[in-house]
């Protein structure tokens, strides 16, 4: 079977290599010129298999006078006239129960145990030069009523079924991670998740790009996909800026960008681009100077994930539409964020800014598999947010077996 996979990110190549595994004939198409040059090039490194806490959680509402008012908050809401905006921004609202948060974890968990397994094999397939580590993570929390809150994730999590983490006192945390050292008296206290990982996904969507493209796929770069034609009920062909594709079924992911082609089709799909922002910076070496556990300060909203010689600096969530500028405020702010969290972890003589749209639904749940009223052959495989890397082969391994269904 011919199958279109529209997106070269980490969501779209991870379902074109599963695909392709399953033996099927493979074509991606995307406007970059190379593989995840949208929202997962500089994303935040963090493989988060077991610590999966949606951001709709009941803890927002008390927070959110402070995240939305205060000048250097991390995240920023500024409001459009975008109907698409307020439905998303109250959705996402009504979704911040604790049902609903606790609903989500469950089907978060399990699939992010799904894309492990296919990370894994993937891994061991085409063992990419990506910068992998094991290191596992901390999250940090600034105060006893967010160690509360995340003991409770914890309690959870475990009767789900997740991996070994639990909580850890400052000086245990400078423990396992020494680079910590500094920062110590304004950490509360931490979630240590000894199983978790980090890696380049650009990296990875490059090596998975040059397999694909070995093992006979055909991957058309620098390819802009205008619209999709639909009839009798299915799409008869993906209409790109270098002429029309036509294949047996059409797998849409293209993050943000997904609900541009699915609106023509009468399609809505509950998809918001939450903006953020990294830094990428030269870690010194030596014990104690840059992290090399993963480690998620949750008060700043800011990630850190070493990979090799370099410190992945990630964060901020921003609901301002489709704007993919870098404001030099926000990148002075992660600058900041890493001076005051690890001031011996590089000397900050090159930054390499970086902002992506990461695709979300209000629940944090991905969309994977077909839309009702949609064409019977157009899948969907977007609404990653922040986890698309951790998620991503979990959503290819459910795709493809709901196409071969």
Not at 9 to 26: C, E, K, R, S
Not at 28 to 54: C, K, R
Request: hydrophobic share 45%.
């Amino acid at each position: 079977m011919h199958i279109c996979v529209l997106g070269a990110g980490i969501a779209g190549l991870a379902a074109a290599y599963t695909l392709q595994a399953q033996g099927h004939q493979i074509t991606v198409i995307d406007q970059a010129e190379v593989p995840a040059d949208g929202a997962s090039g500089g994303n935040g490194a963090q493989l988060s298999y077991s610590y999966v806490q949606p951001l709709a959680d009941p803890a927002i509402w008390g927070q959110l006078p402070k995240l939305l008012l205060a000048a250097d908050s991390p995240l920023k809401f500024r409001l459009r006239a975008d109907p698409r905006q307020w439905a998303w921004g109250l959705a996402f609202l009504a979704a911040c129960r604790r049902p609903v948060s606790e609903r989500s974890t469950a089907r978060l968990l399990a699939l992010a145990e799904r894309s492990r397994q296919g990370f894994e094999a993937m891994r061991a397939d085409l063992r990419p030069d990506c910068d992998f580590s094991s290191t596992g993570k901390l999250v940090l929390y600034p105060d006893q009523q967010g160690l509360d809150g995340a003991e409770r994730q914890i309690r959870l999590q475990a009767r789900l079924g997740g991996q070994p983490q639990r909580l850890v006192s400052p000086a245990e945390c400078v423990a396992l991670e020494p680079a910590l050292a500094h920062y110590q008296s304004q950490v509360a206290g931490a979630v240590h998740t000894p199983s978790e990982n980090a890696a380049d996904c650009q990296q990875v969507c490059a090596a998975l790009a040059h397999a694909l493209v070995l093992r006979g796929a055909e991957l058309r770069l620098g390819t802009r996909v205008l619209a999709l034609q639909a009839e009798g009920g299915r799409v008869s062909a993906v209409q790109t800026s270098a002429g029309p594709v036509r294949a047996d079924q059409v797998v849409l992911s293209l993050g943000a960008d997904s609900v541009r082609l699915a609106a023509p089709l009468g399609l809505r799909l509950p998809v918001y681009p939450l903006k953020g922002y990294s830094l990428t910076l030269d870690a010194r070496s030596g014990p104690g100077l840059a992290p090399k556990v993963s480690v998620t300060d949750s008060a700043r909203k800011v990630v850190f994930a070493r990979l090799g010689s370099r410190l992945r600096v990630a964060g901020m969530v921003e609901l301002l539409g489709y704007d993919r500028g870098i404001p030099a405020d926000r990148i002075a702010s992660l600058r900041r964020s890493a001076a005051e969290v690890f001031p011996q972890c590089s000397d900050f003589a090159e930054l390499r800014p970086w902002s992506g749209l990461r695709p979300a639904t209000p629940t944090g749940l991905p969309i994977t598999g077909r839309l009702r009223g949609g064409p019977q052959n157009l899948w969907f495989n977007t609404g990653h947010g922040a986890l698309g890397f951790t998620l991503a082969f979990g959503s290819a391994a459910e795709l493809a077996s709901a196409l071969g269904a």
